[in-house]
């Protein structure tokens, strides 16, 4: 089992930043990827930066070059910087952590944080 804490969502004007944290434990050996999701109100959630147990990264177009994911294995810790944000970026971000298994994955994900962007 993985445990994943999110934290660091808040109220924030356009163009501004903000840093979300995502702490995890457990199994924390067994975990492949990292990724950060976010779900807007009546839309799917959808993932918006990922990173490998190597530190390989991919990120939604819509976030390129404005959003970084990283990693510090020392922490367990995942964090997603935001920066230049837009009202579009308002959504409940979520922590997920995926383990590879027996041909298929396995999926943990955290309560999420709120992020809002007034224009």
């Known amino acids: 089992q993985v445990q994943l804490v999110e934290s660091g969502g808040g109220l924030v004007q356009a163009g501004g930043s903000l840093r979300l944290s995502c702490a995890a434990s457990?199994?924390?050996?067994?975990?492949?990827?990292m990724s950060w999701y976010r779900q807007a109100p009546r839309k799917q959630r959808e993932l918006v930066a990922a990173?490998?147990?190597?530190?390989?990264?991919n990120y939604a177009d819509s976030v390129k070059g404005r959003f970084t994911i990283s990693r510090d294995n020392a922490k367990n810790m995942v964090y997603l910087q935001m920066n230049s944000l837009k009202p579009e970026d308002t959504a409940v971000y979520y922590c997920?952590?995926?383990?590879?298994?027996?041909?298929?994955?396995?999926?943990?994900w955290g309560q999420g944080t709120q992020v809002t962007v007034s224009s």
């Open positions: 457990g199994s924390i050996s067994s975990i492949n990827v």
């Open positions: 997920n952590a995926r383990r590879l298994a027996g041909g298929g994955t396995i999926d943990y």
């Open positions: 990173i490998t147990s190597g530190g390989s990264t």
